[in-house]
């Protein structure tokens, strides 16, 4: 692996990254410029020589940008087009690897939620995904017509947070347990 200091100015972003921009001010740059800031940058930019693309690291190299950082170190490769495409895509692909051990992550969670030495949304996570990963209600809510023997469960999801992993979540349970779902989409009321 080969490694050189570049000037971030130098960077150009790859015409085709087909990661949305983070937008200063959203939750999900916030999240990432809150990482980046308890861990500086530990994991490296990828530049593609050939190209002078930015293969990966995209959304932390437009938080460098913006705090105006002049120079950084980046994974230099040496690639056509077509396989610093498919690098792009590999490197931001939720698929590649496993998914969350929902139960260990939670303790983890938990752990550094307690902790002095570092704030949970260092990890990304705040109190509220926390508090999701445990099913803990945030409001009582009025009864609705179910029979003795049954209890419902609601389960709100952000539109932008209803994908293929949580709707295999959802899958899962249905299957484990044999329960009845009904997906209804729409606006919040009241917000």
């Not at 209890?151 to 044999?178: H, N, T, Y």
Request: net charge negative; charged share 35%.
């Amino acid at each position: 692996m080969k490694i050189v200091r570049m000037k971030v100015s130098e960077l150009k972003e790859a015409p085709y990254n087909p990661r949305k921009r983070l937008v200063p001010g959203s939750p999900e740059y916030e999240r990432l410029a809150k990482s980046m800031s308890e861990f500086d940058l530990v994991q490296p930019l990828v530049w593609n020589r050939r190209t002078g693309h930015l293969v990966g690291g995209h959304q932390r190299c437009q938080i460098l940008r913006d705090r105006k950082v002049k120079e950084v170190e980046v994974v230099e490769v040496e690639l056509s087009l077509e396989r610093e495409k498919a690098l792009n895509i590999a490197l931001n692909n939720s698929r590649i690897g496993s998914d969350w051990d929902l139960e260990k992550l939670t303790d983890v969670l938990e752990e550094l939620q307690n902790s002095e030495e570092i704030e949970l949304e260092a990890t990304g996570f705040t109190e509220g995904d926390l508090r999701d990963l445990k099913l803990e209600p945030v409001e009582v809510l009025e009864e609705s017509e179910i029979a003795k023997n049954e209890v419902e469960v609601r389960l709100w999801f952000d539109v932008g947070r209803w994908d293929a992993v949580s709707q295999r979540e959802v899958d899962r349970l249905v299957k484990r347990f044999g329960v009845r779902v009904r997906v209804l989409e729409g606006e919040v009321k009241g917000g």
